[in-house]
């Protein structure tokens, strides 16, 4: 026969907490806030792709054309309210992969910021998600210590034009910039 035994020792003697607690964690976040985006997506000159079997266009994330939005706040945990730009925009166009081959259907997106953003360092992407396509407009102070990250989505219906999304604020004691 074999006896199994355990123990855990969760408290001292008196029932008190054993051994020291763990630190909090400090990512060196001074606050944080949220927005809801709003905006409008012109749709670019280069078509969709279509079905070669049915010719009509493809559905999913198409982000060509110019998106344009706004972000309004949500929540606030700043002493003071982080500043917001009056618009945001960007433009994805999609360019031939190999402009020397006519015959080549291949191409690349790009990405163009054309936000009025002073001193302002950014990195701008897209994906497609399950909901359409997703930008990720993240933008920096130049010291790093101020960081937005917008998420705006456009629906995968062919012809969406409405712009909704949400994001995020942090201040940080310091160089919180995530693209050093």
């Known amino acids: 026969m074999m006896t199994v035994t355990g123990a ?13 607690p763990l630190p909090p964690v400090d990512n060196s976040e001074v606050c944080t806030a949220s927005f809801q985006l709003t905006g409008t997506f012109t749709p670019g000159s280069t078509p969709r792709p279509t079905d070669p079997d049915t010719g009509a266009p493809l559905t ?10 706004h972000a309004a706040m949500s929540g606030n945990k700043c002493a003071t309210q982080p500043t917001t ?7 994805v166009a999609r360019a031939p992969a190999d402009p020397g081959d006519p015959t080549s259907t291949d191409t690349i997106q790009t990405l163009m910021n054309t936000t009025s953003m002073g001193s302002l360092q950014y990195h701008l992407a897209m994906s497609a998600n399950g909901q359409g396509c997703e930008g990720s407009f993240e933008l920096g102070s130049a010291d790093g210590k101020d960081y937005w990250n917008l998420k705006p989505t ?9 712009i909704t999304g949400a994001g995020d604020y942090v201040e940080y004691t310091g160089n919180g910039w995530p693209w050093h």
């Not at 730009?85 to 433009?91: G, R």
């Open 8 to 20: 855990c020792g969760v408290g001292d003697d008196d029932g008190g907490p054993k051994g020291d």
């Open 60 to 69: 999913g994330c198409w982000p060509v054309g110019t998106w344009t939005f």
């Open 85 to 91: 730009l009056p618009t945001y925009s960007f433009v």
């Open 154 to 162: 456009l629906p995968k219906d062919v012809g969406a034009t409405v």
